[in-house]
């Protein structure tokens, strides 16, 4: 009896001993670049973080002036408009979708704005309310076409921002109103493109208004149930229906939050142009994405952290003004953003393969 008792211990440790070694196995240290993989999943906004400070030390050791006062404020005036486009966009695509017609509603809206106020004589702050109520009206119909016709976010967006183009032309009779206009009948609309100091530097209320819009939409993601739904949708969006989150009504709220903003984006516009054209910032929707893709938001929706792409906005920014300080031509400009998208792309591969 004892002899089988003995034998039943040693067979359990010598099984115990194997589940150790299989353990063991399956732990095998990760290494320095697993260790940094982990680091950045967690963290992915660590990555853009980096990337800005290194651009702003190599450029200001190569370039005298790009530390000054001035040049440092002029790249926030001129990453303000595109950062709230970039707000916008970076909502759509936390839900694995994408908007390409942000751009198409900011100018309609500024359109209507403008047009509203100098040439109908309607009180500029109405012309204002319903410049906003237009852009939420348009988010609307995204998310409509989102959710309830069930079309792709790029195909909607597409065919939506040709829609809006062609509005934004017709409002506008593909006239421009002139800044004397604007100072004449409709100041207000100018309000975010007054400037003000502070310590030499010379900053807009645009710039102001765009980190507000970052940082209320921080909090609203990171501290409301609402910003939660989000990221769940994005992440996965059968398994969010599934804990009972109502993805459509969360989908359709989205989109109409991100064309608020582009109607937000489009006051700010006003006054950073100091005039309204049909055909000013006709790039803005490939910045913005540009700004999200290198602020670390994953294109694949449900990870990264919404002030990244105002990080990412300025990196472009930085680089723009280091190279152009530099006496690079501006197709070497656009050169160093392709890769900055390509890599920015490679880095959140990368980091998705994350390991266990």
């Not at 006709?282 to 294109?299: D, H, M, P, Q, W």
């Not at 449900?302 to 300025?314: F, N, Y």
Request: proline share 3%; charged share 10%; net charge neutral.
């Amino acid at each position: 009896m004892s002899e089988t008792t003995d034998k039943g211990s040693d067979f359990e440790s010598s099984l115990s001993q194997s589940d150790g070694a299989v353990a063991a196995f399956g732990h095998r240290p990760r290494g320095p670049l697993g260790n940094l993989q982990h680091f950045l999943h967690g963290n992915p906004t660590m990555v853009p973080v980096i990337v800005l400070l290194l651009s702003v030390l190599v450029f200001g050791l190569v370039s005298d002036n790009f530390f000054s006062a001035f040049n440092l404020s002029l790249i926030m005036q001129q990453v303000a408009i595109v950062g709230i486009l970039a707000a916008a966009q970076s909502l759509v695509i936390l839900t694995a979708g994408i908007d390409l017609s942000v751009a198409a509603v900011m100018v309609m809206v500024s359109v209507i704005m403008g047009r509203l106020s100098t040439e109908f004589g309607l009180p500029v702050p109405l012309a204002i309310f319903v410049g906003l109520s237009v852009g939420a009206l348009a988010g609307l119909l995204n998310g409509i076409l989102v959710t309830r016709v069930r079309l792709p976010p790029f195909i909607t967006t597409l065919g939506t921002w040709n829609i809006f183009l062609a509005l934004n032309y017709y409002f506008s009779n593909r006239e421009t109103i002139r800044s004397q206009t604007l100072d004449a009948e409709a100041p207000l609309l100018k309000l975010f493109g007054e400037r003000f100091t502070v310590g030499g530097a010379v900053l807009t209320w645009g710039v102001v208004l765009m980190v507000a819009i970052f940082l209320i939409l921080w909090y609203v993601l990171n501290r409301t149930a609402w910003g939660r739904h989000v990221y769940a949708i994005g992440d996965d969006k059968e398994a969010a229906e599934l804990s009972g989150i109502r993805t459509d009504r969360t989908l359709v709220s989205v989109y109409v939050l991100a064309g608020f903003i582009c109607a937000i984006a489009a006051w700010a516009s006003i006054g950073r142009v100091g005039s309204v054209s049909p055909t000013s910032f006709f790039e803005a929707n490939l910045e913005s994405i540009t700004a999200v893709v290198i602020g670390g938001i994953s294109l694949f929706g449900g990870r990264g952290s919404i002030l990244g792409p105002m990080i990412g906005a300025l990196i472009v920014g930085v680089f723009n003004s280091g190279l152009r300080l530099g006496g690079v031509d501006v197709l070497w400009q656009v050169f160093a953003t392709g890769w900055l998208i390509i890599i920015a792309v490679a880095i959140d591969q990368w980091i998705r393969k994350i390991s266990a």
